[in-house]
């Protein structure tokens, strides 16, 4: 789970660093069609998602070890690394390439089939 662990802190740093970038030009009303377009929404959501799977991989590692469960979920563990892959790839995609709106489900089953691994290994102790 130590993998989990750096992809918490990379995540973190990650959203930081594209939080500052993009903050650099919110202030600018119009900015990639104003702060209701499609593209700013993308862009927004992938700075959040760093963050949010950061958090959620932290929260696996961390549950493991309290729990001694690290042997048992290791299926979960890398459905969740997917997830932090993919969740902001996706959102930075869509955000230019419209299409690519339609990969959603890939970060959004991962990461949903990892948090369901987990609640049930967690009730089946």
Excluded: Q
């Excluded at 955000?95 to 948090?115: C, E, N």
């Amino acid at each position: 789970m130590m993998i989990n662990i750096y992809a918490a802190w990379l995540g973190i740093l990650l959203g930081i660093v594209a939080g500052a970038i993009s903050g650099l030009f919110f202030h600018e009303e119009h900015w990639l069609g104003g702060y209701g377009s499609w593209t700013r929404r993308m862009i927004r959501l992938a700075h959040i998602s760093f963050f949010g799977l950061g958090l959620l991989n932290l929260g696996l590692a961390l549950t493991a070890r309290a729990l001694g469960l690290s042997d048992s979920i290791g299926l979960a563990s890398w459905l969740l690394l997917i997830g932090a892959v993919t969740m902001p790839l996706v959102c930075y995609l869509s955000a230019f390439i419209k299409p690519f709106r339609h990969l959603f489900f890939i970060p959004v089953l991962s990461v949903g089939a990892a948090v369901g691994l987990l609640v049930w290994r967690l009730f089946a102790v």
